[in-house]
Protein backbone atom coordinates (compact mmCIF):
# COMPACT_ATOMS: atom_id res chain seq x y z
CA UNK A 1 0.00 0.00 0.00
CA UNK A 2 1.39 3.29 -1.36
CA UNK A 3 1.92 6.33 1.65
CA UNK A 4 -1.20 8.06 -0.06
CA UNK A 5 -3.82 5.04 0.27
CA UNK A 6 -2.81 5.09 3.75
CA UNK A 7 -3.30 8.71 3.86
CA UNK A 8 -6.73 8.23 2.44
CA UNK A 9 -7.52 5.40 4.46
CA UNK A 10 -6.71 7.28 7.86
CA UNK A 11 -8.43 10.57 6.65
CA UNK A 12 -11.87 8.12 6.30
CA UNK A 13 -11.12 6.49 9.49
CA UNK A 14 -11.18 10.09 11.28
CA UNK A 15 -14.87 11.23 9.40
CA UNK A 16 -16.04 7.63 10.57
CA UNK A 17 -14.61 8.81 14.20
CA UNK A 18 -16.23 12.50 14.35
CA UNK A 19 -19.56 11.02 13.07
CA UNK A 20 -19.49 8.50 15.58
CA UNK A 21 -18.84 10.98 18.42
CA UNK A 22 -20.32 14.23 17.33
CA UNK A 23 -23.92 15.18 17.15
CA UNK A 24 -25.24 17.59 14.49
CA UNK A 25 -24.38 21.67 14.37
CA UNK A 26 -21.33 20.96 15.88
CA UNK A 27 -17.93 23.46 14.76
CA UNK A 28 -15.57 20.87 13.10
CA UNK A 29 -11.55 21.66 13.97
CA UNK A 30 -9.30 20.98 10.99
CA UNK A 31 -5.86 21.09 10.85
CA UNK A 32 -3.24 21.64 8.24
CA UNK A 33 -1.30 18.54 6.02
CA UNK A 34 -1.63 15.92 2.96
CA UNK A 35 -3.15 13.80 5.75
CA UNK A 36 -5.60 16.35 7.01
CA UNK A 37 -6.57 16.95 3.14
CA UNK A 38 -7.39 13.80 2.98
CA UNK A 39 -9.59 13.91 6.04
CA UNK A 40 -11.33 17.41 4.59
CA UNK A 41 -12.24 15.49 1.24
CA UNK A 42 -13.88 12.30 3.24
CA UNK A 43 -15.98 15.10 5.21
CA UNK A 44 -16.68 16.56 2.26
CA UNK A 45 -20.03 14.72 1.69
CA UNK A 46 -21.38 15.28 5.41
CA UNK A 47 -20.59 18.66 5.54
CA UNK A 48 -24.08 19.85 6.39
CA UNK A 49 -24.19 17.71 9.15
CA UNK A 50 -21.89 20.68 10.31
CA UNK A 51 -22.28 24.29 11.50
CA UNK A 52 -18.78 24.96 10.18
CA UNK A 53 -15.33 24.69 10.80
CA UNK A 54 -12.34 26.30 12.26
CA UNK A 55 -9.25 26.01 10.41
CA UNK A 56 -5.64 25.78 10.91
CA UNK A 57 -4.30 27.42 7.87
CA UNK A 58 -4.78 29.27 4.88
CA UNK A 59 -5.04 26.11 2.46
CA UNK A 60 -7.23 24.12 4.65
CA UNK A 61 -9.65 27.27 4.67
CA UNK A 62 -9.61 27.36 0.84
CA UNK A 63 -9.78 23.26 0.56
CA UNK A 64 -12.75 23.84 2.78
CA UNK A 65 -14.59 26.76 1.28
CA UNK A 66 -13.99 24.28 -2.30
CA UNK A 67 -16.05 21.65 -0.41
CA UNK A 68 -18.75 24.12 0.93
CA UNK A 69 -18.29 24.38 4.37
CA UNK A 70 -18.41 27.49 6.30
CA UNK A 71 -15.37 28.21 8.06
CA UNK A 72 -15.76 30.29 11.35
CA UNK A 73 -13.36 32.57 12.89
CA UNK A 74 -12.21 31.21 16.28
CA UNK A 75 -13.19 33.79 17.99
CA UNK A 76 -16.46 33.18 17.95
CA UNK A 77 -16.35 29.89 19.43
CA UNK A 78 -15.86 28.88 22.78
CA UNK A 79 -14.41 24.73 22.40
CA UNK A 80 -14.53 22.56 19.14
CA UNK A 81 -15.68 18.64 20.73
CA UNK A 82 -12.63 17.43 18.41
CA UNK A 83 -10.00 18.80 16.52
CA UNK A 84 -8.39 16.38 13.73
CA UNK A 85 -4.90 16.89 13.10
CA UNK A 86 -1.79 15.33 11.29
CA UNK A 87 1.83 15.04 13.02
CA UNK A 88 5.31 14.83 11.78
CA UNK A 89 6.15 12.77 15.14
CA UNK A 90 3.98 10.97 17.47
CA UNK A 91 5.14 9.55 20.68
CA UNK A 92 3.22 6.65 22.30
CA UNK A 93 2.17 9.19 25.11
CA UNK A 94 0.77 11.62 22.30
CA UNK A 95 3.18 13.97 22.24
CA UNK A 96 4.14 15.27 18.92
CA UNK A 97 6.42 17.54 16.52
CA UNK A 98 4.13 19.32 14.23
CA UNK A 99 4.74 21.83 11.55
CA UNK A 100 6.25 20.16 8.83
CA UNK A 101 3.77 22.18 6.36
CA UNK A 102 4.36 25.48 8.62
CA UNK A 103 0.89 25.61 10.55
CA UNK A 104 2.06 25.14 14.12
CA UNK A 105 0.78 28.55 15.58
CA UNK A 106 -2.71 28.17 14.34
CA UNK A 107 -2.61 24.24 14.78
CA UNK A 108 -2.04 25.08 18.77
CA UNK A 109 -4.24 27.40 19.08
CA UNK A 110 -7.31 25.01 18.13
CA UNK A 111 -5.82 22.05 19.75
CA UNK A 112 -6.23 24.24 22.45
CA UNK A 113 -9.95 24.84 21.64
CA UNK A 114 -10.37 20.91 21.18
CA UNK A 115 -12.19 19.05 24.01
CA UNK A 116 -10.69 15.57 22.13
CA UNK A 117 -7.50 16.22 19.63
CA UNK A 118 -7.47 12.90 17.70
CA UNK A 119 -3.95 12.54 15.59
CA UNK A 120 -4.33 10.95 12.61
CA UNK A 121 -1.00 9.81 10.32
CA UNK A 122 0.16 6.71 8.55
CA UNK A 123 2.22 4.03 11.03
CA UNK A 124 5.48 5.79 10.21
CA UNK A 125 5.34 8.99 11.87
CA UNK A 126 5.33 6.36 15.27
CA UNK A 127 8.38 7.26 17.09
CA UNK A 128 9.49 5.94 20.69
CA UNK A 129 11.29 9.38 21.23
CA UNK A 130 10.78 13.10 19.68
CA UNK A 131 13.78 14.32 17.48
CA UNK A 132 14.11 12.52 14.45
CA UNK A 133 12.28 15.28 12.70
CA UNK A 134 13.43 18.76 12.05
CA UNK A 135 11.68 20.67 14.89
CA UNK A 136 9.99 23.68 13.29
CA UNK A 137 10.11 27.01 15.87
CA UNK A 138 8.16 29.66 14.06
CA UNK A 139 10.17 32.88 14.85
CA UNK A 140 9.42 36.90 14.89
CA UNK A 141 11.96 37.68 12.07
CA UNK A 142 14.17 40.57 14.59
CA UNK A 143 14.63 37.75 17.07
CA UNK A 144 15.82 34.86 14.10
CA UNK A 145 19.20 35.24 14.98
CA UNK A 146 19.22 35.49 18.79
CA UNK A 147 16.65 32.34 18.86
CA UNK A 148 19.46 30.46 16.25
CA UNK A 149 22.23 30.99 19.29
CA UNK A 150 20.02 29.74 22.00
CA UNK A 151 19.69 26.69 19.24
CA UNK A 152 22.94 26.09 18.88
CA UNK A 153 23.74 26.64 22.37
CA UNK A 154 21.68 23.44 23.43
CA UNK A 155 23.20 21.75 20.69
CA UNK A 156 20.84 21.95 17.92
CA UNK A 157 21.57 22.82 14.59
CA UNK A 158 19.10 25.20 12.78
CA UNK A 159 18.20 26.19 8.96
CA UNK A 160 16.00 29.13 8.50
CA UNK A 161 13.10 27.31 6.10
CA UNK A 162 12.78 28.12 2.54
CA UNK A 163 9.98 27.30 -0.22
CA UNK A 164 11.80 25.13 -2.89
CA UNK A 165 12.24 27.91 -4.94
CA UNK A 166 14.48 29.42 -2.71
CA UNK A 167 12.49 32.28 -1.33
CA UNK A 168 11.83 32.90 1.89
CA UNK A 169 9.17 30.99 3.58
CA UNK A 170 6.83 33.22 5.37
CA UNK A 171 3.70 31.50 7.47
CA UNK A 172 0.11 32.18 7.48
CA UNK A 173 1.36 34.48 10.46
CA UNK A 174 3.96 36.52 8.44
CA UNK A 175 7.16 35.27 10.59
CA UNK A 176 9.92 32.50 9.61
CA UNK A 177 10.38 29.15 10.54
CA UNK A 178 13.51 27.81 11.68
CA UNK A 179 13.99 24.17 11.24
CA UNK A 180 16.33 22.29 14.25
CA UNK A 181 18.25 19.40 13.40
CA UNK A 182 20.02 17.55 16.13
CA UNK A 183 17.42 17.64 19.17
CA UNK A 184 16.68 14.66 21.25
CA UNK A 185 13.55 15.67 22.86
CA UNK A 186 13.81 13.92 25.99
CA UNK A 187 11.20 15.40 28.19
CA UNK A 188 8.89 17.27 25.75
CA UNK A 189 6.66 19.10 28.10
CA UNK A 190 9.54 20.67 29.77
CA UNK A 191 11.50 21.19 26.75
CA UNK A 192 8.42 23.25 24.75
CA UNK A 193 8.19 25.09 27.90
CA UNK A 194 11.18 26.05 28.12
CA UNK A 195 11.67 27.41 24.09
CA UNK A 196 8.37 28.78 24.71
CA UNK A 197 9.97 31.32 27.10
CA UNK A 198 12.33 32.44 24.28
CA UNK A 199 11.67 36.21 23.65
CA UNK A 200 10.89 36.06 20.02
CA UNK A 201 9.59 32.23 19.98
CA UNK A 202 6.15 32.53 18.65
CA UNK A 203 5.00 28.66 18.83
CA UNK A 204 7.52 25.60 18.91
CA UNK A 205 6.66 22.67 17.25
CA UNK A 206 6.44 20.27 20.04
CA UNK A 207 2.98 19.39 21.30
CA UNK A 208 3.09 18.41 24.49
CA UNK A 209 0.74 20.83 26.57
CA UNK A 210 -1.34 20.38 23.84
CA UNK A 211 -0.30 16.88 22.97
CA UNK A 212 -3.18 14.63 21.15
CA UNK A 213 -5.70 12.37 23.37
CA UNK A 214 -5.96 9.74 20.65
CA UNK A 215 -4.30 8.73 17.18
CA UNK A 216 -5.75 6.77 14.60
CA UNK A 217 -3.02 5.21 12.68
CA UNK A 218 -3.01 3.66 9.06
CA UNK A 219 -1.25 0.09 8.68
CA UNK A 220 -0.56 -2.29 5.94
CA UNK A 221 -3.34 -4.18 7.64
CA UNK A 222 -5.63 -1.19 8.94
CA UNK A 223 -6.89 1.45 11.30
CA UNK A 224 -4.70 1.24 14.57
CA UNK A 225 -6.71 3.49 17.17
CA UNK A 226 -3.84 4.23 20.34
CA UNK A 227 -5.70 6.09 23.29
C1 LIG B 1 1.49 21.14 9.38
C2 LIG B 1 1.54 19.94 10.24
C3 LIG B 1 1.11 18.65 9.65
O1 LIG B 1 0.10 18.13 10.42
C4 LIG B 1 2.27 17.71 9.59
O2 LIG B 1 3.34 18.37 8.91
C5 LIG B 1 1.92 16.40 8.90
O3 LIG B 1 1.67 16.65 7.57
P1 LIG B 1 1.37 15.48 6.53
O4 LIG B 1 0.03 14.92 6.87
O5 LIG B 1 1.40 16.18 5.18
O6 LIG B 1 2.47 14.46 6.67
O7 LIG B 1 1.92 19.98 11.38
O8 LIG B 1 2.01 22.29 10.01
Sequence with gaps: ???????????????????????????????????????????????????????????????LEHHGFTVIDPNA????????????????????????GGALTREKILASLADVFVCIADASKRVPVLGG???PIEVVPMARA?????????GGMPT?????????????????????????????????QQVNAWPGVLTMGVFALQRADMGLFATATGIETVR
Design 133 to 135: FPL
Design 1 to 63: MTQDELKRQVGQAAVEYVLAHTGAGVVLGVGTGSTVNCFIDAMAPHRDRFQGAVSSSLASTQR
Design 160 to 192: LRANPDGTAFVTDNGHQILDVRGLTVGDPLAFE
Design 77 to 100: VTSVPVYVDGADEIDPRGNMVKGG
Design 146 to 154: LIERRVRAL
